[in-house]
């Protein structure tokens, strides 16, 4: 199945999942590096501030924050990636769950989306 969206929005979808992209890429470069065996993975990087202990400690506490960052924008830039794709392929606005249409409104307030509200509720068990 192929939607036929009109070309001033998907340049719009487009420009903004290219906008977005760049915006995460650049958070994600603050404090980690790219996995050059894998361009969507990042790893993040130990800072050493000093040896006191409370150093260490805030050493520690600012790398568990990081790894936590890291994997939150990794996997907002897959979906990215996932939805620059599917406009490549063609496919893009079709959920991947029940094949229908996504309504027009919910790729523009979520250019990333992959499902269409119902399949995200069920999915979600929101009633």
Do not use: W
Request: glycine residues 4%.
């Amino acid at each position: 199945m192929t939607i036929n969206f009109n070309q001033t929005f998907i340049d719009e979808i487009t420009a903004r999942l290219t906008e977005e992209e760049t915006r995460l890429t650049r958070e994600l470069e603050q404090f980690s590096k790219k996995d050059p065996h894998n361009t969507e993975n990042f790893n993040t990087q130990f800072e050493e501030v000093g040896d006191k202990e409370d150093e260490n400690a805030a050493e520690v506490a600012t790398y568990s924050d990081n790894l936590t960052l890291e994997r939150e924008l990794e996997a907002a830039l897959r979906d990215v990636h996932g939805a620059l794709d599917r406009l490549k392929k063609g496919t893009y606005g079709i959920c991947k769950y029940c094949g229908k249409q996504i309504d027009e409104r919910r790729l523009k307030a979520r250019p990333m989306s992959s499902a269409c509200v119902e399949c995200k509720k069920l999915l979600t068990q929101e009633v």
